[in-house]
């Protein structure tokens, strides 16, 4: 079968990965997925390139981030042991940035390795962003 193009158009994408994920702004608690796309890159097939975007919301507020994309040279994935900054939009019109650190999950076969995270950040308001997905969504209450 065909394979999906990533959403710029540039590469094909091979693998997809939904990870739960709660942002917490302020006191309120917001869920949703980290959506991760793996492709290859239309220039050749060793490169390998991740797509990352967050959607979350408590059925009051929805925040998202952007696609945010990192390239890499092999199937080890691109994001692992890494951190990347990302834009912020409320529902609200709040807007803000944050700081996601990225660790790779194993699963059984390749297309299920996920990825797991945290987050910190601010809106424009003030308020405190503090990001969990994947398996480290257990510590959603620890004070990091």
């Not at 193009?5 to 990870?19: F, H, K, L, R, V």
């Not at 097939?45 to 979350?56: G, H, L, M, W």
């Not at 009051?60 to 092999?74: A, D």
């Not at 199937?75 to 019109?93: K, L, P, Q």
Request: hydrophobic share 30%.
């Amino acid at each position: 079968g065909c394979l999906p193009a990533m959403p710029d158009g540039n590469g094909t994408a091979s693998y997809t990965w939904n990870d739960q994920a709660v942002l917490n702004v302020g006191s309120q608690s917001l869920i949703g997925q980290v959506t991760t796309l793996m492709g290859t890159r239309s220039d050749g097939p060793s490169y390998f390139r991740q797509t990352q975007q967050i959607q979350v919301s408590n059925g009051y507020l929805t925040c998202s981030t952007p696609l945010n994309e990192k390239w890499g040279g092999g199937r080890e994935g691109v994001f692992a042991g890494s951190s990347y900054n990302t834009e912020v939009s409320c529902s609200d019109g709040t807007t803000g940035r944050m700081q996601v650190t990225v660790s790779p999950w194993r699963g059984e076969g390749f297309a299920n390795h996920g990825l797991s995270g945290l987050g910190t950040g601010r809106l424009s308001n003030g308020a405190r962003l503090r990001l969990t997905f994947g398996p480290s969504i257990n510590v959603t209450n620890t004070n990091f």
